[in-house]
Nanobody, 127 residues
Framework: QVQLVESGGGSEQAGGSLRLSCAVS????????MGWFRQVSGKERDGVAV???????SYADSVEGRFTISKDNAKNTLILQMNSLKPEDTAMYYC?????????????????????WGQGTQVTVSS
C-alpha cells in the first residue's frame, strides 16, 4: 500500500529556510501527481506546490519564487525547499499523491483530488 512519511518541519525566523521531505513508498503505477499542501487551524487544506511524473511543477502564487518542489527518484523522496519564509507560511504541511495518467492537471490545489496523504509536519515562522 502507498505510504507517505513527512519530515523536516520546525521553527524558523522570517527570512530563513526550511526543507521538508516526504518518503513515498508502495506504488507501482509510473504516472502521478505529488505535492505539498498546508493547513491552518479552522481553514481548508490548500495546495502549495506539485510535481508530476514528467517533472512539471506548479506553485501557488503565495509561494512562487520562494519555494521549490523536487523529487529524488532514486530515493522516492518528495522535497519542498522553502526559502524567504514569512510568518504567513506557518501551517501544518502535508505531502499528497495521486496516481493518474495525466499528472496534476489544472485543479491540483483541491485536496479532494488526492488519494494518499502523509501525517503532516508543523512549520512555524516567527517574525
Amino acid at each position: 500500500q502507498v505510504q507517505l512519511v513527512e519530515s523536516g518541519g520546525g521553527s524558523e525566523q522570517a527570512g530563513g529556510s526550511l526543507r521538508l521531505s516526504c518518503a513515498v513508498s508502495g506504488y507501482t503505477y509510473p504516472r502521478y501527481c505529488m505535492g505539498w499542501f498546508r493547513q491552518v487551524s479552522g481553514k481548508e487544506r490548500d495546495g502549495v506546490a506539485v510535481i508530476d511524473h514528467d517533472g512539471r511543477t506548479s506553485y501557488a502564487d503565495s509561494v512562487e519564487g520562494r519555494f521549490t518542489i523536487s523529487k529524488d527518484n532514486a530515493k522516492n523522496t518528495l522535497i519542498l525547499q522553502m526559502n524567504s519564509l514569512k510568518p504567513e507560511d506557518t501551517a501544518m504541511y502535508y505531502c499528497a499523491a495521486r496516481f493518474v495518467p495525466y499528472g496534476c492537471g489544472g485543479v491540483w490545489r483541491r485536496s479532494s483530488n488526492f488519494d494518499y496523504w502523509g501525517q503532516g509536519t508543523q512549520v512555524t515562522v516567527s517574525s
